[in-house]
């Protein structure tokens, strides 16, 4: 068994997070992984409102004895969502372990702190993550540029920022991008590692609440089958490259550039919604890491992370071999 510091903290027996993401991290898939050994995560803003959180969550407790937490994101937003509420709905429900993202978490992180509350928060930089240390996280993600979503604006991959983490950190991280495998997990772990976060991997288990169709898609896809969108912005995104996410790219790259309301409705999350429930995978904008290139298969939860935690064992220990003693004289 493969015992690291994020082991201990979560009280699980595979040091691999699922990633909160949104419109997938609802209750089948966070209890399967944490059924499996792994930590699942609710993710808060899938949900309409707080009460429904409250729902979803006592779902997921159903169907898991083991631990579980819940994402919540802060996105820039005209019409912001009760982030406030959504917290205290999770922690009036007795969950221990969240997951933050976005800007200005302080408050967020203060209010689970002071319940007593385990908090991993997502980082796409060193300097963001000694930011999160200071506020008091107990794990950091680091974030590469190789992940879905949001990499940031610096453009740094994983390699870097997680040997960087080894030498400025004094919390637990875990690695979060481009991760899909053993190899992988057993790469971040030599990095200095606690575990790592894997997002795109899940959407393609059985337990994933995605369209069939989508999952299919993954497998059928390479890490070449990514862009990036709102990059003029300075908002940048990685996702699925299909039609409406070139057709933004095509409008960012016009001569005088794009203002947001340009691509608003090519971007609406609710057609990324859509592709989920109906499987058309060029109706919308939806989130793709580069790890598209390692998934093979549609595997269960259970067999995804009994494979990754057996291989795992086995590549560590085939490098010990590598190791030779030098003859005594």
């Known amino acids: 068994m493969i015992t690291t510091a994020l082991t201990k903290l979560l009280g699980i027996r595979v040091p691999v997070v699922q990633g909160g993401m949104q419109w997938v991290g609802k209750p089948p898939l966070p209890a399967a992984v944490s059924n499996a050994g ?15 959180l409250r729902t979803v969550i006592r779902e997921t407790r159903a169907a898991t004895d083991k631990p579980f937490g819940v994402n919540l994101t802060i996105l820039p937003s005209i019409n912001p969502p009760d982030y406030e509420g959504f917290a205290r709905v999770a922690v009036e429900e007795g969950v221990k372990i969240f997951e933050t993202a976005g800007n200005n978490p302080g408050k967020l992180i203060e209010f ?13 930089t060193i300097r963001h ?12 993600s680091i974030d590469g540029f190789e992940c879905a979503g949001h990499p940031g604006e610096e453009d740094i991959g994983g390699l870097v920022l997680l040997a960087r983490a080894a030498q400025e950190l004094k919390i637990p991280y875990i690695a979060s991008g481009g991760i899909g495998d053993s190899r992988g997990l057993a790469a971040c772990l030599a990095l200095g590692a606690a575990g790592v976060n894997m997002g795109t991997r899940f959407m393609c288990t059985v337990e994933s609440p995605i369209h069939q169709n989508i999952k299919e898609k993954i497998v059928a896809s390479t890490e070449y089958d990514t862009t990036h969108i709102f990059r003029t912005l300075n ?9 409406v996410s070139q057709q933004v790219v095509a409008i960012e790259r016009r001569p005088g550039g794009a203002k947001f309301e340009d691509v608003r409705d090519l971007v609406a999350g609710a057609r990324g919604r859509i592709v989920f429930e ?41 490098m010990a071999k590598l190791v030779k003693a030098k003859a005594k004289l």
């Open 278 to 318: 109906n499987g058309d995978p060029d109706y919308g904008i939806w989130t793709a890491g580069l790890v598209l290139g390692l998934i093979k298969d549609i595997p269960t939860c259970e067999e995804l992370l009994s494979r990754i935690e057996r291989e795992t064992e086995e590549i560590i220990g085939g």
């Open 38 to 52: 792994g930590l699942g995560l609710i993710t808060a803003l899938t949900q309409p409102d707080p009460e429904a």
């Open 112 to 124: 689970f702190k002071s319940h007593g509350c385990i908090v991993i928060h997502k980082c796409t």
């Open 235 to 243: 908002n940048t995104s990685r996702v699925f490259k299909n039609v």
């Open 129 to 140: 993550a000694k930011s999160a240390e200071r506020l008091g996280v107990d794990v950091v």
